[in-house]
């Protein structure tokens, strides 16, 4: 099965990333991801025996660039929770034929870790920053924690060579959109590349309403009052973000309109969860289990004949159909963006 030709799905797209969740668990509690009255004290994480080991990831991983993926990505719940973690990106970083390793995290244990996952061959961070401002920070990430330790990460990742770092916020209206020219302006002179994506109704546990998206061309206009932006022409890329660099020259700023301009015709993510199950969509209600398959001893083809088998059989493109599928009768519930990875 070794090089063989990327496979594609029923509508013809190819699978190219692999996002892999290394933990369900997570020091905030964002309240468009795990309120915390629903992730409170009594809320059961995966225990330990079910997440897969770093050696059953790189396997998945390795099975993964025989089907055409050239890239991977992980996070979480917050993967830097996860103990020993440069020691796993070292392992990916040894696979040949994968040419980019990146990461998405809270940041806020990213300070003391950033030089050694850049050795152990991690290529890209991205950091999450819904706001600039500390209150609305602390405010966001639903446990009170301070913005300082995640604007340290920041700069360690950078100075790591970790850079241009990528930095994601989720607008939600009324409560961080009013702070969208300072996020700019703060990613504008630290030269990193600031991302605002729309929220989403992801999972079951957030009473997402679509009154509370801040639409990506909303976000544009008020950047471009301040600062005329132009599209970046990205080619034949598949990106799912839209990029635009500042007139001025102060760097790229890119929009992610998962809602108002979904991007399923071009998806070829699979997610892979921190216990070994295959989403082939964010909204897929259950997953393929594949740790049983790891489990059961399967080799490397075995486990690139599942996923392919997976993928080639695959037609989600849930946020094509969302305004009609959002009410359907026996709609079963979707799992939680800190269980998928985002
Ligand atoms: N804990 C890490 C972090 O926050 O970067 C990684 C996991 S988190 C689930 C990955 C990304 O999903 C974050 O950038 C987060 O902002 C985004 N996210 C979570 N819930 C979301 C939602 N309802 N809509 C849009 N993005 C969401
Ligand atoms: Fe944790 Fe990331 Fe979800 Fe926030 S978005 S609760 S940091 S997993
Ligand atoms: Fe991909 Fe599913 Fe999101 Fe569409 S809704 S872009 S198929 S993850």
């Given at each position: 099965?070794r ?6 799905d029923?509508l ?13 668990r997570?020091?905030f ?5 795990m309120?915390?009255?629903v ?5 059961r994480?995966l ?14 991983a390795?099975?993964?660039?025989d ?12 993967p830097?929770l996860?103990?020993?973690l ?6 990916l970083?040894r696979?040949p034929g994968l ?6 995290t809270?940041?806020?244990?990213l300070?003391?870790?950033?030089s050694?996952?850049?050795r152990?061959?991690l290529?890209?961070v991205?950091?999450s ?8 920070f602390r ?23 970790l850079?241009?770092?990528k ?15 300072d ?6 002179r ?8 729309e ?36 080619g034949?890329t598949?990106?799912?973000?839209r990029t ?13 309109s ?54 080639s059989?695959?037609?989600?493109r ?14 079963r ?10």
């Amino acid at each position: 099965m070794r090089n063989m030709a990327p496979v594609k799905d029923l509508l013809g797209r190819r699978l190219r990333d692999l996002r892999v969740s290394v933990t369900d668990r997570c020091n905030f509690r964002c309240q468009y991801c795990m309120p915390l009255a629903v992730f409170g004290p009594g809320f059961r994480f995966l225990p330990r025996p079910e997440l897969l080991t770093f050696e059953e990831i790189a396997e998945v991983a390795l099975a993964a660039t025989d089907l055409g993926v050239r890239k991977v990505r992980l996070t979480g719940g917050e993967p830097l929770l996860r103990r020993d973690l440069p020691v796993l990106v070292g392992m990916l970083a040894r696979i040949p034929g994968l040419e980019d390793l990146a990461l998405t995290t809270n940041g806020f244990l990213l300070a003391r870790q950033a030089s050694e996952l850049a050795r152990a061959g991690l290529k890209r961070v991205t950091v999450s920053l819904d706001s600039i401002d500390p209150q609305v920070f602390r405010l966001m990430n639903g446990v009170g924690l301070p913005i300082e330790p995640v604007l340290e990460g920041i700069d360690a990742a950078a100075r790591a060579g970790l850079g241009p770092v990528k930095l994601n916020a989720v607008v939600r209206r009324g409560l961080n959109d009013d702070g969208i020219l300072d996020l700019a302006d703060f990613a504008r002179r630290g030269g990193h590349v600031l991302r605002l994506i729309e929220y989403m109704d992801v999972g079951e546990s957030h009473g997402w309403r679509m009154e509370e998206v801040v639409p990506s061309a909303e976000v544009l206009r008020v950047l471009s009052q301040r600062w005329p932006l132009e599209p970046v022409d990205q080619g034949p890329t598949q990106a799912v973000a839209r990029t635009y660099s500042y007139r001025d020259g102060g760097g790229e700023v890119g929009v992610i309109s998962s809602v108002t301009v979904p991007f399923c015709s071009t998806c070829g993510r699979l997610r892979l969860t921190a216990d070994g199950h295959l989403h082939t969509c964010l909204f897929s209600a259950s997953g393929h289990d594949l740790k049983s398959v790891i489990r059961a001893g399967a080799t490397r083809e075995e486990l690139g004949r599942e996923m392919g088998g997976l993928w080639s059989r695959r037609v989600d493109r849930y946020s094509e159909l969302r305004s009609q599928r959002q009410d359907l009768p026996g709609r079963r519930p979707k799992p939680e963006m800190s269980y998928l990875g985002g």
